[in-house]
């Protein structure tokens, strides 16, 4: 399967910030039907989406958790997307996956890990 390169994430303490970024390759980043985004996965609980980009209008879609704290962006010419998190809560804590899928799908928490996943941590 393809896989998309991820790299960020680590551990801060709450109110903290982290920037997660994934590069895809030109036939993923390219393909209109692609929405670029994240999910989370914490031991225990329910996969979480977190935020996706439609990559030919860059219109960005947040979990309602994360709304007003994370920003997802991109970068047309390196082909990545990025995630900047903001105001970091213990809750926010998991292993951060990036995919790419139909849009709806990612930040819904439906979409398929397309990379080995990154861990976040975020202590009280």
């Known amino acids: 399967r393809v896989q998309l390169v991820e790299a960020g994430g680590g551990s801060v303490e709450a109110g903290g910030s982290l920037r997660l970024s994934c590069a895809a390759p030109?036939?993923?980043?390219?393909?209109?039907?692609?929405?670029m985004g994240w999910f989370r996965q914490t031991p225990g609980k329910e996969r979480e989406g977190v935020a996706e980009?439609?990559?030919?209008?860059?219109?960005?879609y947040y979990a309602d958790s994360v709304k007003g704290r994370f920003t997802i962006s991109q970068d047309n010419a390196k082909h990545t997307v990025y995630l900047q998190m903001n105001n970091l809560k213990p809750e926010d804590t998991g292993t951060y996956y990036c995919?790419?899928?139909?849009?709806?799908?990612?930040?819904?928490?439906?979409?398929?890990?397309w990379g080995q996943g990154i861990q976040v941590t975020v202590s009280s």
């Open positions: 995919a790419a899928d139909r849009c709806g799908t990612v930040v819904s928490g439906r979409a398929q890990p």
């Open positions: 980009i439609y990559i030919v209008s860059g219109t960005p």
């Open positions: 030109t036939h993923i980043y390219s393909n209109i039907i692609y929405c």
